[in-house]
Every structure is written in structure tokens, then in C-alpha cells.
């Protein structure tokens, strides 16, 4: 099918998992939704983010895009089954490939960090404990990541401090992989890996949700037809004053097609 | 008059200003709105901020307030004088107070802090030059305070490492006082002043508004007459996970009378 994959999350996080999506995929058109104007979601309550995430459905939906894939951790963590029990398309989270990632590490001690309504939601537990009920998870939310990465601020020492005192109970707990819930996370990569100890397994949900798109349109038979990719398209709700220099950042390439839209009109 | 005094704030900030409104107008009535499901402001684009701003103020004129104060530096820096061209009624901003308050401290450098979207518009530099051109302005984003305020992160090893990072040039220019451009930044006092000098001199923009709010009931002959006050009313577009304990700790006590507004719909 030539359709696009639509793509959607709060903001711009979600760019670093269209990135590994385009570098998989590079064959199929990417239809971005990101609600930079009502950003961070991490921090809002369940209702909240139900209403926003069909509201991203429904423009998607809008767009006539093949399957989606929520971007975004915290959607994946609240929203994802009253959407699959909303709409008649194919709906991919973050959420279950990395919790499948995280149970094929082999690790007998998960740790898990996220936003405060994913840890809170509980959903990555409920998902690595459904592939096996012996895996121990361990949740922990890091609230003051999120700004870290889009400051920019990876490797100072303010975000060591800060990442000492997020993992330490992580360290202590002697888990053997974890899960960055979160799409901003995989900045901060080479800081969280330091902290915890470069034994633990970092499980990226953003490369192993392009693996899971691959195969769904594999086996659902979605894969892009010959002829030429129509340009992928990215819609914000709002564009930030440092779009340009973040946006570039967590994509890894430059956006063209890129369009505001008032998602709330 | 008996009606009541509006205020509105991208989020629980502003209750800091109401709780310096109520402190000094315990007569009169106050009702709020923080535009919690679409917080923070702050690294938005002036288009989407006044489309905000003109939203909370169109609510607040369907409660019959007599008067609003924008208790939020962002939408004051970017909104007050389109707020005020649009609507036929009083509008205070913090903005306009703490630049007087700056200019009262006799400093002849004044350093200013905000998020990137106030400091970006020059606005607090254009209040103070106005009222005293000689007074040099120097102005610093802070984007990271807003988000340790949020956590409770008041006087960490961290917190103190990032205070450097943002005070260090306006401790290097020698500034004489300085402005808390943020209504999140009062939360932070103890690390700011430690940070940049116990000799310069805080300048806290919801202390000065609650004066300027005063000055113009009485001005305007708007004041309370007499009779029983009615309850302060608090809306609020979301009600986070979290509201009940960062909500007591902005406004100075409980809240009562707190309900959830969709905005947008």
C-alpha cells in the first residue's frame, strides 16, 4: 500500500523513533503529528491525555495514513488500548517492543524510567510481566530528563547530579537492563549509561518500535508498493522558537514539509 | 464592586500572585484559571501564547470579573498590549510592576531571568528603560528553574549547579538587583540569592502586582463593598496527578472549590 505511516506524539521526542523508523524504512512516507503546543504530557492526568491522543488519531486518520504509531511513551502507557478499541486501523506503541526487548535481555531485573504517568500507569510492569511472569521490574520516573535533552544539557554536571539521583535505587537494585520510557531519553544516553554502570543493557524503545513497524507491515501485507516515496510531512501544533535547531536534532536530519496546525479547532 | 478579581496563568504558577492578592485584598474574591492541560507557555511561539492568552481571558469575562491580572511573566512579555486593545476591561500584567519595583531599587544594572519566551521579548528591558533610560538591562532564560520549582528540587546539589550556570554572567556584570521574571522563581529565593549575592537585591513581580492590583481597585473606585465575600473559585484546563500538593505549596494553603475546564471545546 502506498499510503503513509502516520506518526504521532506530545511534542518532538518522537522524531528520534521516526528517525529509526526512516533509516529502516527508508521506502515509506512518514505523516508526523506532534502537539508541541500542548507539550509535556508526562505530567498530566490519564483523561487529559486520552482526549489529546484521539484527538492525534483522528487528524491522522484524516490524512488517510495505512497504521499508526504512537511516538510517544506516555500515550503508549495510558491511551494505547482505548484506542485499538476506537479505531479500525493498525495502532503500534512503544511500549510492547521495548518491553519485549527489555524480557529478550535475559535480565532477571528490569528497570524501567519514564515520565510520572508512565511509571505510574504501571504499563511497562503489566507488559514484561505478560512475556514472563518471573522478570522483577522496578519503576522510576525522571521528571527533569525531559528538560535536560531539550536544553541540551547532556554530559554537565548538573545532569550527572541529577541522573545519580534518579538511578542510584536503579544501581542498588542490581538490574540487568534497562527500559528508556521515554523518547527523549536516548539523548541522554551516554550519561544514564555511565550512572548505572555500562554492564546494565540500555533497551532503546525507539529502535525496537521500527523493528515492530517493519514486521507489522510485513505480516498485516501494508509494506510500500514500487514507484517513487511521496515526501514525509510533519505538523506541529505549534512551532517553538528553537524548532529548527531542536527538530534537527532528535530527527538527525533536516524537516522539510513542515505545517502548524491548530489541532484544537 | 462585588464582582471578583480574575486571574489567569499558563498553569499553577500564578497561584503564587494570588496568594500575595489574598494576603493584602482578603476581601475580595478571586477566581483563577491555570491552563494546566497545556503548560508550560514558556517555549511556545508568540502566535500560540496569545492564542492562549485571549482564550483565559474570554472565560474569565464569562465569570463577570471586574478586572484581570495576567499572573504569568510569559503572556504578560508577549500578550498584555493586544489583551488590552481587544477587551474593555482592566488588565493588569506582572510585568509592569516588577519593572517598576526594579527601577525603585535605585540599581543602575538590573538583571532579569524568565523563561525563554519573556526574555526573548525584550518586553521587561522596554518596562524599564521606559520608566528610567539610563537603567542597564541584562536578561537571562532560565528554562530549567521552572521544572526543579515543579519537583520540589529547591535546594539540591543540582539545583545549585544550574543556579551557577544561569547567574554567573549577571553575577560577573555586577547587577544591583534582579528580577524573578518567572512566578515559578519566588519557590527558588533561597538558592538565587545564594547564588548570585545576598547584596543584590530580588525583585519578586507577585508581591509588586498585589500592590499594583490594590492601587487600581482603588483608582478605579473598583473595590469590595461591603458584605460576606464569596469563595475563591480555581478552574484549571487539567487536574494533575500531583495538583493537591503542588497546588497547597504555590498558593499557601488548601484549595477548596477547585473544578476542571475544558477550554477548548
Known amino acids: 500500500m502506498n499510503q503513509a505511516i502516520g506518526v504521532f506524539d506530545s511534542g518532538i521526542g518522537g522524531l528520534t523513533v521516526v528517525r529509526e523508523i526512516i ?11 506532534g502537539d508541541t503546543a500542548r507539550v509535556p504530557y508526562g505530567s498530566k492526568s490519564r483523561e487529559t491525555i486520552n482526549k ?6 483522528r487528524f491522522l486518520l ?3 495514513v495505512k497504521m499508526i504509531v504512537i ?3 506516555t500515550v503508549s502507557a495510558v491511551s494505547l488500548e482505548s484506542l485499538r478499541q476506537s479505531f479500525h486501523i493498525p495502532i503500534l506503541g512503544v511500549l510492547e517492543p521495548g518491553a519485549a526487548a527489555a524480557v529478550a535481555t535475559g535480565a532477571q531485573r528490569v528497570g524501567v524510567i519514564g515520565t510520572e504517568a508512565t511509571i505510574k500507569s504501571g504499563a511497562y510492569e503489566r507488559a514484561i510481566r505478560r512475556l514472563d511472569p518471573k522478570v522483577e521490574v522496578i519503576g522510576r520516573s525522571c521528571p527533569l530528563f525531559v528538560p535536560l535533552a531539550e536544553e541540551n544539557w547532556l554530559l554537565r554536571p548538573a545532569t550527572r547530579l ?14 540487568g537492563a534497562l527500559v528508556l520510557g521515554c523518547t527523549h531519553y536516548p539523548l541522554l544516553k551516554p550519561v544514564i549509561s ?3 554502570g555500562h554492564k546494565v543493557i540500555l533497551v532503546d524503545s525507539a529502535v525496537e518500535t521500527a523493528l515492530a513497524v517493519q514486521s507489522a507491515l510485513d505480516s498485516l501485507n501494508l509494506g510500500k508498493e514500487e514507484g517513487e516515496r511521496a515526501p514525509h510531512r510533519f505538523y506541529l501544533s505549534d512551532i517553538p522558537p528553537r524548532f529548527g535547531e531542536i527538530g534537527q536534532r532528535f530527527l538527525g536530519e533536516a524537516i522539510d514539509h513542515l ?3 491548530s489541532i484544537d479547532d
Open 71 to 73: 511516538a510517544c511513551n
Open 259 to 261: 505545517m502548524k496546525l
Open 194 to 196: 555511565e550512572t548505572i
Open 62 to 64: 484524516s490524512r488517510r
Open 52 to 57: 489529546f491522543a484521539f484527538e492525534s488519531v
Open 162 to 175: 541529577i541522573a545519580e539521583e534518579y538511578l542510584d535505587p536503579l544501581k542498588e537494585a542490581e538490574i
Open 23 to 33: 533509516h529502516r524504512l527508508p521506502e515509506e512516507q512518514i505523516i508526523y503529528f
